[in-house]
């Protein structure tokens, strides 16, 4: 009965609203000693259990490795990069973005790219890059939304070529709930039908990204006035 009092010490301390991460260590320790492990088992069976589950944990090592490249130039790398491009504008690069994103998202691979991977160290700067080649030196505001439509397009591009992906979540749930219905389909007989979805979603946003350009062009001569900050800002700033 007692090694069941490590369940005890979790709600307690959701129920403070302790540091999760002390509550679940905390309740993993008076679960173990209950259960009769000496101290030198139990960090061996904390060792083990952490060894066994690294690949989870490994999502975390991408962020210091991004602040890494910053520290080091990455994001000036990439603006350099964009301004040697000759043609190359925001609205046409966000473009490009927005079809390699449904693409590989499509095709499962959604972490090849995302906000943290690539919008922020990567895309948005370029963007910035092509606008001021294209336009001169942004204002804050101009350079804000610049950011936004940047943001924006990660998130529409994941979000419809990721249905298009048979063993993505939200089509098993729903082959699921058919199921339970007594409705059968294979998972390609929902996902197929995400491809008219997605063309459609990529035409819209790539308009709005080429009409971004004009608004750009527009906004030299005094302030910029063009669509509304799109979805998605926060996460590239």
């Known amino acids: 009965m007692l090694v069941l009092s490590g369940i005890l010490v979790v709600v307690v301390g959701f129920l403070l609203r302790l540091n999760p991460l002390l509550v679940v260590a905390a309740a993993a320790l008076i679960t ?19 060894n066994d589950n690294r690949f989870v944990t490994i999502i975390y090592i991408l962020l210091p490795v991004i602040g890494l490249l910053e520290r080091y130039g990455l994001q000036q790398r990439a603006r350099t990069l964009i301004a040697s491009l000759k043609g190359a504008t925001t609205g046409r690069l966000l473009v490009a973005y927005l079809l390699f994103r449904q693409i590989f998202a499509a095709l499962g691979l959604t972490s090849v790219a995302g906000h943290p991977q690539t919008v922020r160290p990567l895309v948005a700067p370029m963007a910035e890059a092509a606008a001021e080649q294209q336009h001169g030196e942004l204002d804050e505001p101009t350079r804000e939304k610049v950011k936004a439509y940047a943001a924006a397009t990660d998130n529409v591009g994941l979000f419809f070529g990721e249905d298009i992906f048979i063993a993505i979540g939200s089509i098993l749930l729903m ?21 008219p979805t997605a063309i459609v979603a990529f035409v819209i946003h790539a308009t709005r990204l080429l009409m971004l350009d004009r608004s750009l062009e527009k906004g030299r001569s005094g302030a910029v006035s063009g669509p509304p900050l799109s979805p998605g800002n ?3 700033r």
């Open 175 to 195: 082959i699921g709930f058919l199921e339970q219905n007594g409705i059968s389909l294979a998972p390609l007989e929902l996902s197929v039908w995400a491809i």
């Open 32 to 50: 173990g000693l209950a259960a009769g492990l000496g101290p030198v088992a139990l960090i061996s069976a904390f060792g083990k259990a952490y």
């Open 234 to 236: 926060e996460e590239a």
